[in-house]
């Protein structure tokens, strides 16, 4: 028989230095989809990022795809994209968020790497997305 155990973290601990940086979009709609305001990127320092939405579909069995999202510096120039290691079809830059009713809201979440030294050059992402 097993038995399960509940557990608590300990406090949390503020890390000195250890300051992400959060890039959030408002209301997106894209065909009959809405991804909804307060859509957001988050970057920390060691190179990792997560993503948090919410999307919704017009239609049933719907998908809301982001293409892929560059970080972008100083005047707009590229300077590399997010990657994931759970690539779509082989695309290592590509996110979805499958939606299988239209009555629904869905999470969408995602996570992803870059090239941490790109960190302190960051103005901007530019997310590629469709529905």
């Known amino acids: 028989m097993a038995i399960i155990i509940e557990t608590a973290s300990s ?3 503020r890390l000195t230095g250890w300051i992400p940086l959060r890039f959030t979009w408002s209301l ?3 065909g009959d989809c809405t991804m909804f305001d307060g859509a957001k ?3 920390c320092p060691d190179g990792t990022a997560t993503f948090d939405a919410t999307v919704t579909g017009g239609t049933d069995d719907n ?3 982001i293409w892929h999202v560059d970080l972008l510096g100083r005047d ?3 300077l590399g ?3 994931t290691e759970h ?3 082989g695309d290592r830059r590509k996110f979805v968020r499958h939606m299988p009713s239209r009555a629904e809201r ?3 979440r995602a996570w992803a790497t870059f090239d941490e030294y790109l960190l302190p050059e960051l103005t901007a992402l530019k997310m590629h997305s469709s529905c």
């Open 41 to 43: 990127w988050t970057l």
């Open 81 to 83: 994209s997010l990657t």
């Open 87 to 89: 690539p779509v079809e």
């Open 76 to 78: 707009g120039a590229v």
């Open 11 to 13: 406090t949390p601990e």
């Open 63 to 65: 998908a809301w795809v």
């Open 106 to 108: 869905y999470r969408f």
């Open 28 to 30: 997106i709609r894209r």
